[in-house]
């Protein structure tokens, strides 16, 4: 009985360092990815096929303007400043853009944490999570949201996400070895380590 008990023992104490283990695992790869990325979030007004529509030229008008400046990022930090110095420009950028398409609706936008589902991107699939982003609310915000990966520059092309040399290598040099493999290895068991940070994100 006591065997027993030692034994009872030392199987909980194995399974809470599995566990312990993990999360450790999990928490020092999303970290190490979401504190490098910025991510853009833009929620339509409805799900009307004018308000979708309206979303869209939005985001095509947001990254234009930011792409025109992507050489200047090194970092995510850098977009950030960037951001938070042309207010004004984004914000007369949005308001245009709602003018422009027959509407008058109020808007926000800030940088926010907000919790992105997994998405793939080519070869580069970022798990779900919280990540910084830039959050661009339309109207009464009841609508299908759009994302995408501001930094890294992802979305540098408006017709399609794409992931070019340039913006994987801007990524391998702005994270970790682990991080990196997680987020673009097909390997068996980068597949399984992928799983078990989602598995600890969604918790």
Request: charged share 15%.
């Amino acid at each position: 009985m006591k065997n027993l008990k030692i034994l009872t023992i030392l199987i909980i104490l194995f399974f809470i360092y599995i566990f312990l283990s993990a999360k450790s695992y999990s928490s020092f790869v999303f970290d190490n990815l979401s504190n490098e990325v910025l991510r853009l979030h833009i929620v339509a007004n409805s799900n009307s096929s004018e308000d979708q529509y309206l979303k869209l030229k939005i985001r095509d008008n947001i990254l234009n303007y930011l792409n025109n400046y992507s050489n200047n990022f090194k970092n995510k930090n850098d977009v950030i400043s960037f951001i938070n110095t042309h207010n004004n420009e984004i914000s007369d950028i949005i308001n245009s853009t709602i003018l422009e398409s027959g509407y008058n609706y109020c808007y926000s936008f800030q940088i926010d944490n907000c919790y992105f589902p997994t998405k793939n991107y080519g070869n580069i699939t970022f798990p779900l999570g919280n990540y910084d982003c830039l959050n661009i609310k339309i109207g009464n915000a009841n609508g299908e949201n759009w994302w995408c990966v501001m930094f890294p520059p992802v979305c540098i092309n408006t017709s399609s996400v794409i992931v070019d040399e340039s913006s994987q290598n801007i990524l391998k040099d702005s994270i970790n070895n682990e991080s990196f493999s997680i987020v673009t290895s097909e390997s068996t068991d980068y597949k399984i380590k992928f799983k078990i940070l989602e598995i600890f994100n969604s918790l």
